[in-house]
């Protein structure tokens, strides 16, 4: 004797108005080959019960008031032949796979990706390159340090300069400003060639362009607080900058940018948060660097990590160093404007003895940049005499 077979009965709900949904149900609970009967009153329903049986690949026989299906394999086709695109854990550290195909495009890590090949293309998938442990821990720091530039400064604070140091205050942010744009756009530039399957990547890189959003705002804002024109932008300052912006090389943009460059930085935006003549100035530079200091350190990561895993970085970095200095030997450097208004903006008087003091805490930041640039470079695995010389090479724009 054979078992009964299974009836749906639907009533007046029609497969237009989501009686699919009963139906797969109803098959899912059944065998390969097992028969489920499927009645109701709606309109045309044997019709649209042949249809969709067709399009799902299942079996179809009509009977009174609706059909008769199959169950097939076919049930759920789009997930007969998918793959799952490496695990999601939020570790995310041995589920993260070396070099993830990109005929998965941008399905989730962890998705269930249905067979096909759309052809994207993406220039950054090695894990090897692009991975570091702190990924995803950095970037939840990062939003949770997110400031809000209206309420985390006080714009109203006292801010009377003499007019030659508001001068000085408004070069200097001038010049950050484009130094800030240059670490906006290495970013966003490599964030469209990352491989999704990296996604602790691109939401750190995102925050981080995000950050130098800010900065831009900041600094823009402190320069015109009393002032309607910016300062002076020079072709050495800009020359320096696009190399950065040029540089095709993920782990050389990144080694020249955050960990020489915005490792700099962190020196210059302590030195401003020290010395600035105002609390305008001393409260953007504080800002700016706490989220500077986590770009040097993802960098950092991620760089220590590449480098224990490929023998033939280490050189590279170096070469780049070299090539930069070459390729700006002509330039001047930093500009006279921008260190001069740096010994004004710490003097903050003409006196001499404001000046001279000034002057000696410009020459301290430089020691100061370069002592940090060294000891980084020694953390990355380069030889004392090495990180001394590779420090002595970095450009003179700072960045
Ligand atoms: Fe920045
Ligand atoms: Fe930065």
Known sequence: ????????????????????????????????????????????????????????????????????????????????????????????????????????????????????????????????VLWSERGGELYRQALAAQWDPAVAIDWSAPCELPDEVEDAVVQVMTYLIENETAALLVPARFLSGIHPHFREVLQLLAVQAADEARHIEVFTRRATLKRADLGLSTQGGQASLKTLIDEPDYALAFFLLSVLGEGSFLSLLRFLHEHAPDPVTARVAELSGVDEARHVAFAMAHLKRHLAHDPHLRPRLAAAVEARFDSLREMSGLNEEVFDALVLLAAGSFQPAAIARGHAAVLGLKADMDAARRHRLEQLGFERSEAERLSSLHTRNFM
């Open 1 to 128: 004797m054979t078992a009964p077979v299974p009836r749906l009965e639907l009533g007046e709900l029609g497969l237009d108005r989501g009686a699919h949904l009963l139906v797969k149900h109803a098959l899912r609970g059944l065998a390969l080959g097992a028969e489920l009967e499927v009645v109701g009153s709606a309109p045309d329903l044997r019709l649209h019960l042949q249809a969709w049986a067709r399009q799902q690949g299942l079996g179809w026989a009509p009977i009174p008031g609706g059909a008769r299906l199959t169950r097939t394999a076919a049930l759920g086709g789009r997930w007969a032949g998918a793959e799952r695109a490496g695990e999601s854990a939020p570790s995310g550290n041995k589920s993260v796979l070396e070099q993830p195909p990109a005929r998965w495009g941008l399905a989730a890590r962890g998705a269930m990706v249905e067979a096909g090949d759309l052809g994207f293309e993406f220039r950054l998938d090695r894990k090897e």
